[in-house]
């Protein structure tokens, strides 16, 4: 694909007032917008000052949306639509717009007749074309009678007139069981507009799964890239432009949104697997204060880590347990009893590659070689020679403890609801990482939806959770948490000897290896190791998966220790709940 | 139906830990819980601590739940399934609870033979009653062969054990096109358990409706009276017990959920029409400070109002057009610029027999015939021959303004979203009104859901309003806006004589009305006062309605004056994003 194509947003896939979706829009980078009729209903600018502040902003407007329920009507009817396609063209021109979106009718007036359909579209683009305007008609997946785009096609064919094209949207292409491929019979010329929507594959009403749950793309499970190559292919020279109808970002702050929706476009025009290639986690960096250091170095000294270097210029100590790495940053001594997760850092053969990757990705750069994720949390590229290490002073280290950690398997991060799409949008772009399936669970106080990214490698892993409804007063004590799940070979041995040396780890209840015992039956001396070092269990068909958990230290962060058998490729979700109402027990326990 | 019926929840409905949702379901009154093992095999608890907790808050444990993926198996799986059993069954003894729920299978091993099933039900229900446990086995909506209530009860019928029956679940049933009526021909001493849950009605896969969507009985679409009538009159003697799984719920405080709960059973039980006849709205209370007095006074001038009385003991003074009043309560003059409805008044013949029923529903009461909603907000129950005016010393009154407000036509009142579909169940318990529709609309700020409130004769309506999915610090200036609507007789002429007078009425775009324009084809006389006189309107199959607003007052309310004609019986929900816009620019521009 070519950079050089323009991009669109349409202004409902944005919160706020119009002049806040067009700002945004701007801000992010957009060439053009596809105007909403409600928001400029709602709007006190005239169509004059839209027309002039898109100018100031850069912006064209390159859709008038929607006008609906027009075609295959009886003659009063129709009259009655064209005097109303009258005045919206009228709106147009004070607009400076020049396509209006025409969706195929749901209305009860319509009635199945293409030949009608095609007549009354003529007639409504010979108007448009007095005026300049032209026609862009769309087959809505829940048209009445027209609701695939190759009969939406069929009829504009019929129909004969320079002013009336398709529309291709996504949504309504892909949410039904119809090959996209004959879109490369369509003349490119014929393609007027083309609308692009990612979304979860979901069984419910296609009106409610469009208006509720689109998504930009790369955040569903449509093959998008499949169907703009379809579209391309016809020679189709307009722009790239979202359609997003989605509860959540019609109420997220419409810059971070606008900068998502840029970046989604971008990833869609990328080639695939482009991403250089990560070869795992360097460090995790903690922010610790002078209350919780003292407790997350005991803890780490617990699970076995070692210090192992001073910073030269920071107040940042390293820890080191083979080649699993936690730095620890002083950087706020009075930061309240807090700990969390202020950096990620990932291996890779050109940090500075990754980096202005990053940044073509609209990430925004934070110090050298990294950038700052949409929760804040940096993103750090290290040379995967370990030549960082350099800005360490070495310490002095004593034996090995034993524990057994080999390296770090996931960081897991909570992301605010209304982020956890851009989120996993984000480490998409940026690292190069795939989204693994989404899995929701219902946790004790309330749903939570967990959606891991990683590499084809498998060197690098985040576990993105979110809570879906969150409730204020009331609820767990840890507020979005954190945690850093390190690799052993044997989840047992480790757990055996942490405990020896004083890890602060997290006791299961007995309830949970009863449940265990009559769901899997595992043999009778695992159960009892299990049991005994309360390490938690799971297996599917690809191998098994052993796991244990510290206390939360401070206010939100923990630690793991995972033991992947065979090719288990999960996070344990199954047992999620399970640690979520243990941390709260811990936590009421210590008030 | 006995008021003497043993009330049950299940745990599954509210949030928190195990310990949480027991003492929740306590203290809101229920004599039981169905105890779902997800909150046991979480909790640090031991089964018999679990058992004598239960004990020491007077609960029993109705029903153990669930057992899944039990029948219909080949042999080996079928000897894995009975040792899960029999391991379930060790924990019911510790636990003191003799009924397990067995759900009908959804699993890859189950075959369609119900012949098979019932022999293996017989073969359980045999292994379950020498531990003097019952089976009561359960047709899930979307089973992977037994999906109807019917095809359990022959399969219960031909195992033919006295150990196992059935258990009925609403939404299993109502949620399938099966007529719910030959629940009658089950005897009653094999139906073994009735769970309830209440729904919308939702075109969407019966597995995710049922998992995120159900509603305590009273708040969504099914006819649970009918179908409690029809296991009753089996004559099951068994509690009416709970079993709501809902997104919402699960996080919200769960101690405020089982009163709801509770209600929610407790109106069930009720006659219909038992609620005494409401006249008509007696007044509304909104508390001012000294800063937001002079404005709300100003505004209320504006429309006509006169102050008419103040009251002998509290700084409280009324104001008064037509039928229309409004109390200005000085509770807090310090009170930082704020404005809030603090209390809705209602009229009757018998405000005693209103509040003593309003308190039987759990309401908890505040002053003599008053209660508190769910919000915060008091009802006040008032008598009809305005005998409560004797607390206020009449004032001098000018004369009439001549702006025609007749009354108050609704209160509108916006809920957090997690107490929406409480504050429905509680208006409709408290006060008798029935529920409407619920609608949906996209607003500039997200999405708003609507369900008006209104009682048979229509005399009394509380528009109830929840935003959805709320963004933190960015949104609209306006939170949880409330408002008063008056009616008028003639909103043209009131709304011209109210600009005379100087009422701070919202300006309206003029793209509004290009639009109803276009939509409507009004007279232009019409279209032309309207847009004039910034009035919105809206019509549908039963009459029009005209209104127009105030700006806001103070941080959160305003006042609107609505005009009836013919059979309109709703709230202009088609205007109210382009009514929320532009009072966000109102308050832009006053910044």
Redesign the interface.
């Known amino acids: 694909m070519s950079a050089d194509r323009r991009l669109g947003i349409a202004t ?1 896939c944005l ?3 119009l002049e806040d979706k067009l700002a945004a829009a701007a801000a992010a980078g957009f060439d053009g917008v596809e105007l909403f ?2 928001d ?8 004059e000052r839209v027309r002039g502040a898109c100018a100031d902003l850069g912006l064209t407007i390159d859709l008038y949306q929607p006008f609906r329920d027009f075609e295959a009507v009886p003659p009063d009817v129709l009259a ?1 639509n064209l ?2 396609a009258e ?2 063209f009228d ?1 147009m021109r004070r607009l400076g717009a020049d396509t209006v979106l025409v969706c195929s009718s749901v209305s009860p007036d319509t009635v199945d007749d293409d030949e009608l359909a095609a007549e009354q579209l003529h007639a409504l683009a010979a108007r448009a074309a007095e005026h300049g305007i032209r026609v862009a008609y769309e087959a809505l997946a829940w048209g009445r009678f027209v609701n695939t785009y190759d009969r939406s096609w069929r009829i504009v064919r019929a129909a004969d007139h320079p002013a009336l094209g398709v529309c291709l949207d996504s949504f309504h292409v892909l949410s039904r069981d119809v090959d996209p491929v004959a879109i490369r019979t369509i003349p490119g010329e014929k393609v007027f507009f083309l609308q692009l929507a990612d979304a979860p594959r ?4 296609v009106l ?1 799964w469009s208006r ?1 749950h689109r998504l930009f793309p790369g955040q569903g499970a449509f093959d998008l890239r499949g169907f703009v190559g379809h579209v391309l292919a016809t020679g189709y020279s307009g722009p790239l432009s979202l359609e997003v109808f989605n ?2 970002f ?5 810059r971070a949104a606008a900068v998502d929706a840029m970046r989604s476009l971008l990833l869609l025009q990328e080639a695939p697997d482009t991403a250089l290639p990560l070869a795992g986690h360097a460090f995790t960096e903690l922010d610790v204060d002078d209350v919780t250091a003292p407790r997350v170095e005991a803890a780490l000294t617990g699970l076995g880590f070692a210090p192992s270097g001073r910073h030269r210029t920071k107040p940042v100590r390293l820890w080191r347990q083979g080649e699993a790495r936690i730095v620890l940053n002083h950087r706020d001594p009075s930061g309240g009893g807090r700990v969390a997760v202020s950096a990620v850092a990932v291996a890779g053969a050109d940090p500075a590659g990754s980096a202005e990757r990053a940044e073509a990705f609209l990430a925004a750069p934070v110090g050298s070689a990294a950038v700052a994720a949409p929760d804040g949390t940096s993103v750090i590229f290290c040379r995967d020679d370990l030549g960082w290490l350099a800005d360490f002073t070495a310490e002095e280290v004593g034996e090995d403890s034993g524990a057994g950690l080999l390296d770090t398997d996931h960081v897991g991060l909570t992301e605010p ?2 982020r956890f799409d851009q989120a996993a949008l984000f480490y998409r772009a940026v690292l190069g990482l795939e989204p693994d399936d989404v899995a929701e669970f ?1 946790a ?4 939570v939806r967990s959606r891991p990214v990683v590499d084809r490698a498998r060197h690098v892993r985040i576990a993105l959770d979110s ?5 204020g ?3 767990p004590d840890v507020r979005e948490p954190q945690h850093v799940a390190f690799r052993s070979a044997d989840a047992l041995a480790s757990a055996r000897r942490m405990r020896e040396l004083g890890a602060p780890l997290l ?1 299961i ?4 290896y ?2 265990l ?3 899997l ?1 595992l043999p009778p001396e695992l159960l009892a190791d299990l049991r005994e070092l309360s390490v938690l269990y799971d297996r599917d068909e690809h191998g098994e998966f052993l796991h244990f958990f510290t206390e939360v230290l401070g206010d939100r962060v923990f630690f793991e220790v995972v033991q992947r058998v065979g090719g288990y490729a999960g996070y344990g979700a199954v047992n999620a ?2 640690t ?3 941390h ?2 811990r936590r009421l326990a210590g008030r």
Chains 1, 2 share one sequence.
Do not use: I
Not at 444 to 447: A, I, Q, R, Y
């Open positions: 409902v919160s706020g007032t009729e409600n400029l209903v709602a709007s006190p600018w005239s169509p009655r005097r109303r005045l919206k709106v979901l069984r419910m009403d409610q509720h509860d959540v019609r109420q997220s702050e419409p609801f209304d219902a004790p106080f309330g749903l809570a879906l409804v969150r409730r007063t009331w609820g006791d209840p007995a309830n949970y009863d449940d015992d009559a769901r039956a709940p399970v979520m109402a243990a709260r027990g």
